[in-house]
């Protein structure tokens, strides 16, 4: 800590050129803010009629991103292909580095409420509801893919946005996704 006024002194009495000015005032954002680069994230927050999600660390911000959702948005999953995201409190359970989307985080859909929906309905719930970037093949469309919904039920960002998601979660992290 002596060091770090010492060299805050050093600032102030002009000493430090510009450059070095810079980097320290970086060094000190870094040290000294409460959400660095690599918060880990504790929740993940979707908001459907918004095409929101929210990454939030200890009850902060970290970062939000717009998504494109299931091609059929509207109104919770209840049965594999009817192109619904889901709604309702879940898991990050897998997170996988090679995915046909760049990568993924898989989301605990479904959880126990619906498989028994889905039970009393008779129909299969659907699995593998992932949060992806975009397939190679339009990677360079980049935030172009949020002019549709366009997946089968799961949440995508870029690409950029994904690599930067994927670092921040770690397996178990509590998604809830809202209507």
Known sequence: MIFLFSLFLLLLTGILDSMKKVFFSFILLLLFSPLSFATPVDKIIIVKSQRLM???????????FEVSLGKNPIGAKIQRGDEKTPEGRYKIDYKKPNSSFHRALRISYPNRADRARAKALGVDPGGDIMIHGLDPRYAGFGSLHLLVDWTNGCIAVTNPEIEEIYALVSEGTEVVIFP
Not at 54 to 64: C, N
């Open 54 to 64: 929210t990454l939030i660390s200890k009850e902060q911000v970290v970062r939000q």
